[in-house]
């Protein structure tokens, strides 16, 4: 059940017909409702504020627009996760290419900084960590990538993120069991200078 703004709760059937028929109203209780939960797995899986504001606006477009293909086989917010993770993985290819080009233009020059983050919930002495491993995550391949963010960042269960994902149980907890070893390998280097 959904709350709307006159505290007429609504249940998801109703709220997707809603949708459906274009009821503008029915959008801002769908906007309200999902915001927080677009927005934080944005910000955990791009980093920036100000670009996961964007793609977090982006989502929720495309949900509306989308919403006639949603056939009711999950739920809603299983389906706006999927769309808010494709939408975040296509951003990061596109940083990827631009990237690669500007080390091309730069004569392979190379910049490695870690990727600026601002999440709010990260302290400030955090921040130089919470930086480090957000790079090291979009470092991992991508079904890798979501497993994890969506466990160790948004806590969902196995079971959800299976749905979110697509795929079987079992195969969530193998990316998580690949993800946790390939983070592990990939901070082993910084741990060990931060002991010396």
């Known amino acids: 059940m959904i709350a709307t703004e006159n505290t007429k709760w609504i249940n998801q059937d109703e709220l997707i017909a809603r949708l459906k028929a274009n009821d503008q109203q ?5 906007v309200k409702t999902n915001q927080q939960l677009v927005y934080n797995l944005t910000l955990s899986m791009i980093g920036d504020h100000q670009d996961a504001e964007d793609i977090s606006q982006e989502v929720f477009m495309d949900s509306f627009k989308q919403i006639g293909s949603f056939e009711g086989n999950s739920k809603i917010s299983t389906w706006i996760y999927r769309i808010t993770i494709n939408k975040c993985l296509t951003e990061i290819r596109k940083r ?15 910049t490695t900084e870690p990727q600026s983050y601002n999440h709010p919930g990260v302290a400030l002495e955090n921040k130089e960590r919470a930086s480090l491993l957000l ?10 990538r979501i497993a994890f963010t969506l466990s160790k960042v948004e806590g969902l269960p196995y079971q959800e993120i299976a749905e979110i994902m697509q795929t079987s149980l079992s195969s969530v907890e193998s990316y998580m069991v690949r993800a946790k070893k390939n983070l592990q390998s990939k901070l082993q280097n910084y741990y060990q200078q931060q002991m010396i």
């Open 96 to 110: 990827k290419r631009r990237a690669k080009w500007a080390n091309i233009i730069s004569l392979g020059l190379s």
């Open 26 to 30: 029915a959008f801002e209780v769908f």
């Open 135 to 144: 790079s090291k995550l979009n470092e991992l391949p991508d079904n890798q």
